[in-house]
């Protein structure tokens, strides 16, 4: 591929983003507020603080908490940078650095296949592939880290070693072994500033090390046999400089966790291994999430948890990150490079992935982290599958089905497709209303200033507190999963004076304050907007 190739894919992929950021004036939804959120408060000089809990895990004291307890920071630094860089705290700001994260995926997509094929036309159509990105359309125009991991994914597999078969090719200032595995620390690093589950690439990085060792340990025909122990002295050699690659960006953060929480990662975390439901995420007190409750639960509900979960994750393999039509291509790309030790140390990966996101974190798996986390191994997809169509083609032209032409028009039809399917995934998830989650706090919080005159810094408690600050500017904490009893104490901890029930569904234990606002005592019903019934909760 040439610069030019290069190019066209970057305008395409940013045309796309622009096309799809034009209806969405607002994040959306809690993760994209959360990291918009967050990076209005570097920006404005706050530091990593949040007017706003989401949850409880970590048991703050009080508002304004430490931020990026549970989530991590990068896009939130991304974001602050764009504001920065704009001079203004405004959502068009915010994402500017992901509008050229989404433009730039294609073309790296594109050097990825190639690297894989050497050939130009299914380098192409793999970056087009990523410009028309299906499912993934929607989010990556948006304050969240789709962008980050797909570039950062990109990048770890391109600076993998190379199969036996094909040249390695060189990395300018890292081509050396030990630089090139520092490389991949560094990349793994910020992948962990990006999401928790970037650990799990520092474990594949230490995978290619040991791959990478066992390889050197092996002498030529005719060669002397190396001496074992200069091979464990390389391999420790590599894992040390790899972990030194991930201190860089990491090291800072776990420091700042440490001064501020007294621990390397935030506290709490551990308890998400004992969610018996996803509403579980948002207990008051987060205490109550021990192994005792969790084998209470019974193993029944255990394992059809994670049944499920499994049966989620493998639709979203297919429906999401396959694309559908293009699921059977990557399955073919993939047993075409079987060899390539790239692609096995992804699928590797892939599937350790889809272990930790069923076993260990059913509910937050099933419900979007797999879709999130598998985003790193998207552009690896996009560039098997041409490979795959290609290989079906040839299969078929043996037969004497199809002319020289055929490469042409299935490859264009495969990105036609691809095109359609984007189309149709923004009208269906963008067009209709992307605010419609979270778009309906401005009024609330118009009529609630009508109502009561409060002012901003009296707290109130909503499904989705991010968002209802980056709509109005006011404190929020969130619902929390309980009885009554739970909501009141939550509420007297954090003050919170004022409670929204969205007409989405309240909690079971508020369905009947929901249905009859006058049912108890310290719930004082002030008026309903859409279907969102607004109360002040009373001493």
């Known amino acids: 591929m040439n610069r030019r190739d290069l190019l066209l894919l970057f305008l395409i992929g940013l045309i796309v983003a622009l096309a799809i950021s034009r209806f ?91 690297r894989l094929t050497q050939r130009r036309g299914p380098a192409l159509v793999a970056g087009l592939l990523a410009a028309f990105s299906g499912y993934y359309a929607p989010f990556l125009s948006v304050t969240d880290n789709y962008g980050i991991y797909m570039l950062l994914g990109t990048a770890f597999l391109l600076a993998l070693p190379a199969s036996g078969e094909a040249p390695e090719r060189p990395i300018p200032f890292f081509d050396r072994p030990g630089l090139r595995f520092w490389l991949l620390g560094i990349l793994a690093g910020l992948m ?61 953060w776990y420091l700042r966790n440490w ?12 308890r998400l291994l004992w969610l018996t439901d996803y509403n579980d995420t948002f207990l008051y007190p987060a205490s109550q999430l021990t192994v005792e409750r969790w084998l209470a639960s019974g193993w029944e509900a255990i394992l059809l948890a994670r049944l499920n979960a499994l049966r989620w994750n493998l639709l979203n393999a297919f429906a999401a990150q396959g694309s559908i039509f293009l699921f ?8 075409q490079l079987r060899r390539d030790r790239r692609v096995r140390l992804a699928g590797v990966g892939w599937l350790l992935l ?3 996101m069923t076993v260990v974190f059913p509910f937050a798996g099933s419900r979007g ?52 399917m984007t189309f149709m ?26 109502q009561t005159g409060a002012p901003l810094d009296q707290v109130i ?54 249905k009859d606002p006058s049912s108890h005592p310290r719930f004082r019903f002030l008026g309903e907007i859409d279907g969102h019934r607004l109360y002040e909760i009373l001493p």
Do not use: C
Request: cysteine-free; charged content about 15%.
């Open 192 to 252: 962990t500033l990006a999401r928790s589950d970037g650990l799990l690439w520092l474990g594949l990085a230490w995978l290619a090390a040991l791959g990478r060792a066992r390889r050197a340990a092996q002498a030529e025909p005719g060669e002397p046999r190396p001496a074992p122990w200069a091979g464990w002295k390389r391999l420790a050699t590599w894992l040390a400089l790899t972990l030194l690659g991930f201190l860089l960006p990491m090291g800072p």
């Open 24 to 114: 969405q004036s607002l994040p959306g939804y809690m993760d994209a507020d959360y990291y918009f959120g967050g990076g209005i408060q570097l920006a404005m000089g706050y530091g990593f603080t949040e007017p706003y809990l989401w949850n409880y895990l970590a048991d703050p004291p009080a508002l304004p908490a430490p931020s990026h307890l549970y989530w991590m920071p990068l896009a939130s630094i991304v974001a602050a940078a764009g504001m920065a860089l704009a001079g203004e705290t405004t959502f068009a700001a915010a994402r500017l650095g992901f509008l050229l994260l989404a433009a730039s995926v294609p073309a790296l997509t594109g050097i990825l296949a190639f």
């Open 461 to 514: 408690m909503v499904r989705n507190p991010p968002g209802y600050y980056v709509a109005t500017g006011r404190l929020a904490i969130v619902t929390p999963t309980g009885e009554r009893s739970s909501v009141l104490a939550a509420a007297e901890r954090y003050r919170a004076r004022y409670l929204l029930l969205e007409s989405q569904g309240a909690l079971p234990a508020l369905k009947e304050l929901y």
């Open 354 to 356: 889809l272990l930790v």
């Open 425 to 450: 995934v923004v009208i269906l998830r963008v067009l209709p209303g992307w605010e419609r989650e979270d778009g309906h706090y401005r009024d609330i919080e118009t009529f609630l200033r009508r």
């Open 369 to 420: 982290a797999f879709f999130h986390a598998g985003a790193a191994f998207q552009p690896l997809w996009w560039s098997l599958a041409p490979l795959g169509l290609d290989e079906t083609v040839h299969f078929v032209r043996r037969r004497g089905w199809f002319d020289d032409h055929a490469y042409t028009i299935f490859r264009a039809a495969l990105v036609g497709i691809a095109l359609l």
């Open 328 to 335: 059977p291509f990557i399955l073919i790309g993939i047993w």
């Open 259 to 270: 001064m501020v929480v007294g621990a390397l990662t935030a506290p709490g975390t551990a």
